[in-house]
């Protein structure tokens, strides 16, 4: 699919919730690989959906206009959610009964993963020095941060002396999923050391003999 098409599709769509009442900021769309299992996801802080870049390539268009849907639909339940936790902090909507309905009325399947044909390719490991040799094809402002390997595989490597910023994320009970969602634990964590776009440089082209 063009990326052209799949934002006036997402911008199509969007008007489309405004249409039924919803309060909407139509999110950016940004086509990269996406890491793990998952095809897309959905950036709350950045209001930003990331969809993977050989799904977008090779993918069918009713998957990819399905799996378009659920991300705005996240987008569409964060904005409008009005629910609080005790300290006053707002509730993640995640994938409950808020996130369904808006999935439902846009036209998607209202599954929380995917159903279709399309398959992501196996990851192929590469060596240190074969991810030093990947040349940049977009500038590294693109992202706002990443890991040390997330940057090589852009074609960027982190500067020497600079220091990344260790995060730590916690979910318990009601951050994460309901029961009724398929949540199988109630709490877990994650961790990651990251740098931001202004630490890296452009990894040198190979030289040739």
Do not use: C
């Not at 159903?115 to 060596?127: L, N």
């Not at 020095?129 to 090589?152: C, D, H, V, Y």
């Not at 995060?167 to 050391?193: H, I, L, M, P």
């Amino acid at each position: 699919m063009i990326v052209n098409d799949l934002e006036k599709e997402l911008m199509k769509l969007a008007q489309d919730a405004r249409d039924l009442g919803y309060k909407v900021t139509t999110p950016t769309l940004f086509v990269d690989s996406v890491y793990g299992n998952k095809l897309a996801y959905y950036q709350h802080g950045s209001n930003k959906i990331v969809i993977h870049d050989d799904f977008v390539a090779n993918g069918d268009p009713a998957e990819i206009e399905n799996t378009l849907i659920h991300e705005l639909a996240h987008a569409v339940a964060e904005q409008n959610n009005t629910e609080t936790k005790k300290n006053g902090a707002p509730k993640r909507v995640w994938h409950g009964e808020a996130w369904k309905l808006i999935n439902t009325q846009l036209g998607g399947n209202a599954e929380r993963y995917h159903q279709g044909g399309y398959q992501k390719p196996a990851p192929v490991k590469k060596t240190m020095s074969e991810l030093f040799a990947i040349q940049p094809t977009k500038p590294a402002e693109t992202w706002e941060r990443g890991t040390f390997n997330q940057w090589l595989t852009r074609g960027y490597h982190v500067m020497k002396g600079q220091k990344g910023n260790f995060q730590v994320w916690e979910f318990v009970g009601e951050e994460y999923e309901t029961e009724k969602d398929g949540k199988t634990s109630n709490w877990g964590r994650a961790s990651a050391v990251y740098f931001d776009n202004n630490q890296v440089e452009a990894n040198k082209p190979k030289e040739t003999k």
